[in-house]
Each structure stands twice: as C-alpha cells, then as structure tokens.
C-alpha cells in the first residue's frame, strides 16, 4: 500500500515538475513598469527634471527568460547622462544595451514613452530649518504644554541650483497623534521632495501633554510703571487674584515671581471710566482663567 502511495506522489510531482519545464520553455508576452533612474553625472551636476518617472516595457521571450526579470529583484531602468547642463532628450530605445537585465533572450517589442526629456543642472548646497507637519489630538482634559521641537532643528539639503535656491524649509513626513496623554519622544523623518537630498533623514520629535488644571494665586502685586516724574498713580487694590490654567506638572513648579502683573500710567491718564484693566504677563503655555478683580480704581496725583 505504502509503495504504490510513494509511486503515486513521485509520479505526480515529476509530472508537475516536466509540466512547469515544458510551459516555461514556451514564448511568451508581458508587460512591466520600472523607474527610471539617470546615473553617470559628472561632478557637481544633478537631474532638475524629467519628462516621466516610469518606463512601461512590453516584452517578449522564453518563460524562463521572463520569469527572471518579472520575479526577481526590483529593477531600474538606467540612463546614463552626459556632461552637458541644460535641456536635453534621449530616445528609450538607444539605451536599453545600458540596463543589463533586458538579457539578449528577452526581446524589447514596445516601450512607452519612445523619448525623454530631462534637463541638467549644476548642484547645489543649503541648511534649511525643519518644520514639523503633525497634527495633535488629545484626551478631554489634556493638552499641549510645551513646543514642538525637532532635534536636531535644521538639515543641509542639495539638488539642482535653481529649486535649491527657492527653498526656505523642508517639512516632516505628516503623522497624525490621537488620544495623547504623556510626552511624545519618537523619530521622524523628511517628506521626500524630487531631485532634493538630505544630508539626514533621521529626527527626533519631542513635544509634551499634560493634564490642563487650575491653580491660583493670591495677593499679585501689580506693578505701576512709566509715570511722569511730576506724577504719582496709586491703584485700589493694589494686588490681585489671578488663577492660570496649564499643565499640571508646569503649575506644579509656578512660582507667584513668574506672574507680572502691572498698569502703565498712559493707561489712566486716558482713561474716562475711573477704572483699568490690569496688564498680566504669564509663562509661556500657559494661560488666565479669571482674575480678581477683573478693574482697578485709580488715583492720579500730580505735584
């Protein structure tokens, strides 16, 4: 019983096997799509544009001669420039011989397009400064208490003269952040731009979230500045509340000496309503929530 199984298994693998030699070695038609990647530029020279970024190639032979191509590594299709600069075009056809892996056993019948152009330019350097494209979501309660940094902040990019020279910045590839409650430490990269490269691509993104609380603080003094010399300006009251609203490990460590509270003389001396707003100054991401109270009487004495 076991032979016959074995006989049974080996026959049909052989078959399979003879089956897959016969119809491989039979001619046959397909089509592929490479990029096209242009080498050979003499130095200081670099690609600024070109006609199209694909070649669609149909092509025509043994099974096994297509099967290499179709199945194997991720081919390129190669031209090799000249030292000109400028506009220049060239006939796909003149240079299938430069891409080895159209074997002689493989026969080109149709490419599209027929003809490039490109254009040539003198390379170019630059440092640029990084700008983060993200988007920031957070958890209800929760907000953004800090920057967005990027370290490091710039980056030295080159490419053709003439689109290096109109750059200012490049931008992250867009990541977009849901549902945050801590500090985000992660890598990021580059969104890729045409003929432009990176001296770097590899980034580290830093911004951090905190629960958004309140915290206030009492007896504020507020500060009177840029009164004449033959003037006095007195305020009632003369200190106040202010409660700020941010994150709860910055409020954390808020000291009553990080909030400047102060009027400028001007203020009053325009005043018709017997009352000012007090001006307040608080760190940065952070923000008020009331202030109490929110007007001051005054009293301007001249001498």
Do not use: C
Request: hydrophobic share 40%; no cysteine; charged share 20%.
């Amino acid at each position: 019983m076991k032979p016959n199984l074995i006989t049974i298994v080996l026959s049909t693998v052989f078959s399979v096997i003879l089956w897959v030699f016969v119809s491989f070695s039979n001619e046959y038609t397909t089509s592929i799509i490479v990029p096209i990647e242009f080498s050979d530029f003499k130095e200081g020279n670099t690609i600024k544009s070109q006609s199209t970024t694909e070649a669609s190639l149909v092509l025509k032979g043994e099974g096994w001669a297509l099967a290499q191509i179709t199945m194997g590594p991720d081919y390129t299709f190669d031209i090799s420039t000249d030292s000109k600069i400028g506009d220049q075009q060239i006939q796909i056809r003149d240079v299938l011989s430069q891409n080895p892996w159209l074997t002689p056993n493989v026969q080109v019948v149709r490419v599209n397009p027929t003809q490039i152009e490109y254009s040539i330019e003198r390379i170019n350097y630059k440092t640029v400064p990084i700008v983060p494209n993200i988007s920031i979501g957070t958890k209800n309660d929760f907000g953004l208490v800090s920057e967005i940094l990027i370290e490091p902040d710039s980056v030295r990019i080159s490419g053709p003269k003439s689109i290096i020279k109109k750059m200012n910045a490049v931008i992250t590839k867009s990541i977009v952040f849901e549902e945050l409650d801590e500090e985000i430490i992660q890598s990021i990269e580059l969104e890729p731009i045409r003929h432009i490269t990176y001296e770097n691509n590899k980034f580290m993104l830093n911004f951090d979230i905190q629960k958004i609380v309140d915290k206030s603080f009492e007896e504020i003094p507020v500060e009177v500045i840029d009164v004449p010399s033959s003037r006095e300006l007195s305020l009632f009251p003369s200190k106040i509340k202010v409660t700020v609203r941010g994150g709860i490990k910055m409020l954390g460590t808020l000291n009553p000496e990080q909030i400047h509270a102060y009027v400028k003389f001007q203020q009053a001396f325009s005043d018709t309503l017997g009352i000012v707003d007090p001006i307040i100054e608080i760190p940065e991401f952070t923000k008020i929530s009331n202030v109490e109270p929110k007007n001051l009487n005054y009293i301007i004495k001249q001498y």
